[in-house]
């Protein structure tokens, strides 16, 4: 037997795990063939960004070849299904909780996790849960509100896009933390040091300073609007910016996405917001009905498939966190995207200090265009530099940085994986509506 020298083999694993992740396509992610097509085929993007659904909570009843989830590859401690459309009990997504989610610590060593001498082992989500809730509710109930997942019939559309279109294996929120540190992030490559829903987000405070895509789209003429369910949420007012240059009016009611969409007249960049947080809403956030958050994408989804502009068209689906719903797969490390730190004091009393240097679990993602493959699973990416990491919503700029021809506005921006390369030959086969979801029990 023959030896492979060293440099050969890493070249060998390299172009395997590109064919893995893009079997039909000939360009390399980053390069500039890569761009050149992405520009040629794509020139509206949509970002729908839901709340608070791990992948394993969400997708963990999808059977898709690649997708590592528990009836692919369980159980990782998810026992069964379940059987009702959300819970009443929210769990714990601090900083801290996510810690003891992942680490069994509130306040574990930075130094440890970042040596690889703390190993994430994704067995403290009952525990939290239990902490939380034990005095009011059954404590078994409680392990099945955070560790069971969703069938395919319990989300009929989920399940549809799974099998129509591309579904990130290894996507992670930016931050281990809450929902808007994680949006912030999405849309500006940093949580600018904040680790909670604190005042800064506040749409009458509108506190980040730093950089927003909005920002940037306006000021190199592209054009964008920030479609809203309810004032509760418009993650556009998060920025300064969006004030001081008079941009308010770009933030409109989702009925104007349809009627956009109908005349083919959407912008280059939508971002929609859904409603947000609790009963009634359509988020997906508990204790929001799953139900009612399907119908809501297929709301979307009908209304893009149907626009002239769907064939110029990539809508990303995300969600911007894990919500404290068990995943089996540990966070990585990642590029810190400032030199800012964000202090909790942990329910232990303890003071734990992070430097955003990881990101956050597994959420669910996926790119619905007809220049994707149908019921592709992708796997980890590759930065500009040719390292293969995991995905993250700093990915989304990247990407966008390509599109539109800005550079990134973070090193975590710079350092994340990019899906440039996963636009392919044009599709006819796109399903023209989602099926109808339908409220199942409706909580635990």
Excluded at 28 to 47: F, G, M, Y
Aim: proline share 7%.
């Amino acid at each position: 037997m023959h030896k492979i020298p060293s440099g050969l083999l890493a070249l060998l694993v390299f172009a395997v795990a590109v064919t893995a992740a893009s079997p039909e396509s000939s360009h390399n992610s980053s390069s500039a063939s890569s761009i050149k097509n992405l520009k040629s085929k794509i020139k509206n993007v949509v970002i729908l960004e839901m709340e608070n659904r791990a992948l394993d909570n969400l997708l963990g009843g999808q059977n898709m070849k690649g997708l590592e989830n528990p009836i692919n590859n369980g159980p990782f401690c998810n026992p069964t299904a379940k059987d009702y459309d959300s819970i009443l009990d929210d769990p714990g997504h601090s900083m801290t909780g996510n810690n003891i989610e992942f680490y069994g610590k509130f306040t574990p060593s930075n130094e440890a996790i970042t040596r690889g001498d703390l190993i994430p082992t994704q067995q403290g989500f009952v525990h939290e849960q239990l902490r939380q809730y034990g005095n009011d509710v059954n404590r078994t109930e409680l392990a099945t509100q955070v560790l069971n997942y969703y069938t395919n019939p319990e989300v009929p559309v989920i399940t549809t896009l799974v099998h129509n279109y591309l579904t990130f294996n290894h996507w992670h929120s930016d931050v281990p933390g809450p929902t808007n540190p994680n949006r912030a992030c999405v849309l500006s490559g940093t949580s600018a040091g904040h680790g909670t829903d604190d005042d800064a987000f506040d749409s009458s405070v509108h506190g980040l300073k730093q950089r927003s895509i909005f920002q940037q789209l306006s000021e190199t003429n592209h054009t964008w609007k920030n479609y809203y369910t309810n004032t509760d949420m418009i993650d556009a007012y998060f920025f300064d910016w969006t004030f001081t240059s008079n941009n308010t009016h770009l933030a409109q009611p989702l009925k104007n996405f349809h009627s956009d969409a109908a005349a083919g007249t959407l912008p280059e960049f939508s971002f929609i917001d859904p409603s947000c947080c609790g009963q009634g809403t359509n988020s997906m956030h508990p204790t929001g009905l799953i139900s009612d958050g399907e119908a809501f994408i297929k709301e979307v989804y009908d209304s893009l498939r149907a626009s002239p502009q769907w064939n110029d068209t990539l809508l990303i689906l995300t969600f911007d966190e894990t919500g404290g719903f068990h995943d089996h797969v540990p966070p990585p490390l990642a590029t810190r995207p400032d030199n800012l730190t964000y202090s909790e004091i942990a329910p232990s009393g303890e003071e734990y200090i992070f430097s955003f240097d990881r990101l956050g679990g597994r959420v669910p993602t996926l790119l619905i265009s007809p220049w994707v493959s149908k019921g592709q699973v992708e796997q980890k990416g590759f930065s500009s530099n040719g390292e293969m990491v995991s995905y993250s919503a700093s990915s989304i700029l990247r990407i966008l940085g390509y599109l539109w021809d800005f550079e990134p506005f973070t090193p975590r921006v710079r350092a994340s994986a990019s899906f440039d390369h996963l636009f392919l030959s044009r599709r006819r086969d796109t399903p023209a509506q989602m099926p109808n979801p339908k409220a199942f029990t409706e909580r635990s």
